[in-house]
């Protein structure tokens, strides 16, 4: 439905916290909201980052499948080896065994020969004997007429389980010796059963055969060599989970405004650049901030300048994302301070905009806070920064750089004369370097090497504040964020400034901003 049931006006807003469309009198009740329908060219960049996903997964995956294919092929190896000594040892056993099935399927057959003239004996004798063969066995013992019971495996338990020959007869009757009616009936003379004697003798060489006796062996197994080798071929694989990839981390700069709002621009893919979080109320006056934050562990630190700001300190957590305001004991309002964090458990102040330079520093970890030097060198300190044990302060009314040594407490100016900034902003880039922005000129000045280098200074600007952002080795940015149409990003490497996030509608002059990672 198009229109609100709660104010009966049309819905022109989304709240991307509660995931719903708003109209303009529900918008106080929400906090990130935002009136702009995603552009073909946001869509795709989202396509593209969804698709980079997908390609890190199936990535993963075809690592997994290796790992396992791996594995399989090294238990392959293994597997190959124990089959070929299987069969090395084997070998003269099946070698054998093979001479004794010969054996057994040769006098199979002669026991069947003799079965056939012991029937023709016990037919001929009748009248005068009995044929030991002649009781006929219980249909339950016989065994049915299958092609199995031929082969000389079967033929082998079958012997195995009888007590003498004329057991072995009767359970193959049906099979091996199986006689049929017509030769039950058939009685032949004395002339032909010799005949049939001496056939069998031909064939079978009843009173000359000779078989080799097959060679018998006996396994021996070490069995604590053989659980010594199992432990070994455990221990030779192991199955290691390797460090995950740090997971990339996304880039953020905090913005505050002259309303009192703050706002979360997500900066990671220089393609699209858009507020994730926008009019974050805070009932906090922002103006002349810019040089009072700094980013230090997990939070970040915005500090009071005077009568302009209602409290010492703001903390905002990047875990959480809220502000809380902060005390330190013992810590009172500066004129306009200008801080920065060396990194590690301090943060450094400079109140420049009075008679003396007093430099401070705030230990993180317990808050606990000291005076580290003063000096004679009045003006007003627009950014500081820390670099090599030293902090470096931009001094636009002397235009100098003020270099603070942390462990001999000395302040010295560098021997560089710069221009005049009527208006200005600045940053450092961490590496010696620190980019100082106005409406006439836009330089890069080394504080090592006191190299002054032009840039391109295309679009000019009256804000108090650049933000440098490295994403990857090889390219680097700088951002301008005045709002109203005075966003900019500077490309280090092109050296030229674009126009970006066109319908910011806040006035972000002088504010507090920062970058952040989480």
Request: hydrophobic share 30%; charged share 25%; net charge neutral.
């Amino acid at each position: 439905m198009d229109i609100c049931a709660n104010h009966n006006k049309k819905h022109k807003l989304i709240c991307f916290d509660c995931n719903v469309l708003i109209c303009s009198a529900c918008s106080p009740k929400h906090s990130n909201i935002n009136s702009n329908i995603p552009s073909f060219h946001d869509i795709q960049s989202v396509m593209k980052s969804t698709f980079d996903s997908l390609k890190s997964s199936v990535k993963e995956y075809e690592q997994l499948q290796q790992t396992e294919d791996e594995i399989s092929n090294r238990f392959k190896e293994i597997h190959g080896f124990l089959v070929i000594e299987e069969h090395r040892l084997k070998k003269q056993i099946i070698d054998n065994k093979e001479q004794l099935e010969k054996q057994i399927e040769s006098k199979t057959n002669q026991m069947k020969s003799l079965n056939s003239i012991n029937h023709h004996f016990a037919n001929i004798f009748d009248t005068k004997v009995v044929a030991p063969n002649k009781s006929n066995p219980s249909s339950s013992s016989i065994s049915p007429d299958t092609v199995d019971r031929y082969k000389t495996a079967t033929i082998i338990q079958s012997i195995s389980q009888c007590s003498n020959y004329n057991d072995f007869i009767q359970n193959n009757s049906n099979t091996l010796f199986y006689l049929n009616d017509h030769t039950n009936k058939t009685n032949i003379g004395d002339h032909q059963l010799l005949n049939l004697l001496i056939e069998h003798n031909n064939i079978f060489k009843l009173n000359n055969v000779k078989h080799n006796q097959p060679q018998q062996y006996q396994l021996s197994v070490n069995d604590k060599q053989l659980k010594e080798i199992r432990n070994q071929i455990q221990s030779a694989f192991k199955l290691t989970a390797l460090a995950r990839p740090k997971s990339i981390k996304q880039s953020y700069i905090l913005s505050a405004d002259n309303d009192n709002k703050l706002s979360i621009i997500n900066i990671t893919d220089r393609n699209y650049i858009h507020f994730e979080k926008q009019n974050i109320d805070s009932n906090v006056k922002f103006s002349l901030t810019y040089g009072s934050v700094v980013v230090a562990d997990n939070h970040i630190y915005i500090f009071g300048k005077g009568s302009n700001f209602d409290h010492p300190v703001l903390k905002y957590s990047i875990t959480n994302e809220k502000l809380v305001e902060f005390e330190i004991k013992g810590y009172n309002l500066f004129s306009d301070v200008s801080v920065c964090y060396d990194g590690r458990d301090y943060i450094y102040l400079i109140d420049g905009n009075i008679i003396m330079v007093l430099i401070y520093r705030i230990n993180i970890n317990n808050f606990h806070w000291e005076l580290l030097g003063t000096e004679e060198y009045p003006g007003f300190h627009h950014f500081s920064f820390h670099f090599k044990d030293s902090i470096y302060s931009f001094v636009p009314y002397q235009k100098k750089i003020l270099r603070f040594d942390i462990n001999t407490k000395k302040i010295c100016m560098l021997p560089i004369d710069l221009p005049e900034y009527k208006e200005r902003a600045a940053c450092t880039d961490g590496k010696g370097n620190i980019f100082i922005r106005s409406s006439l000129r836009f330089d890069r000045i080394n504080v090592e090497t006191y190299e002054i280098k032009k840039l391109d200074n295309t679009f000019g600007i009256v804000n108090h504040n650049l933000i440098y952002h490295q994403p990857n080795q090889d390219c680097s940015f700088i951002y301008s964020l005045e709002g109203k149409d005075k966003n900019f990003i500077y490309s280090i490497e092109n050296n030229k400034w674009e126009s970006i996030l066109k319908d910011d509608q806040s006035d972000r002059a002088y504010c507090a901003q920062t970058y952040f990672q989480k």
